[in-house]
């Protein structure tokens, strides 16, 4: 079984930057694409960035493109996202998840999922 844990979560400013961190561990992980999602209450889950297994790929919904940036050490079986330029509408709790096959954008194509990490960014 792969278990996978998000934190670096918190309160913010506008304009602020935080960078979460997705801790995986079980299976061999590093052969796993990584997705994060983010959710506010009564809204669909939904795609942020996500980053190929070797890391080469990189994918981001079209509201963060500039300002969040995807990474990975396999060797610590990590993955990172560092937002920089948060904004309020960032506000979400913030979920990492792991694929294998499938849409990157598509949140049904994740296997493994973590509890999320709560992001809030006052104005």
């Known amino acids: 079984q792969v278990q996978v844990v998000e934190s670096g979560g918190g309160l913010v400013q506008a304009g602020g930057s935080l960078r979460l961190s997705c801790a995986a561990s079980?299976?061999?992980?590093?052969?796993?694409?990584v997705g994060w999602f983010r959710q506010t209450p009564g809204k669909e889950r939904e795609f942020v960035a996500g980053i190929s297994w070797t890391g080469d790929s990189t994918y981001y919904t079209d509201s963060v493109k500039g300002r969040f940036t995807i990474s990975r050490d396999n060797a610590k079986n990590t993955v990172y996202l560092q937002m920089n330029s948060l904004k309020p509408e960032d506000t979400a709790v913030y979920h990492c998840?792991?694929?294998?096959?499938?849409?990157?954008?598509?949140?049904?194509?994740?296997?493994?999922w973590g509890q999320g990490t709560q992001v809030t960014v006052s104005s």
């Open positions: 998840a792991l694929k294998d096959s499938g849409s990157y954008y598509n949140k049904d194509s994740y296997l493994y």
């Open positions: 079980g299976r061999t992980v590093s052969r796993y694409a």
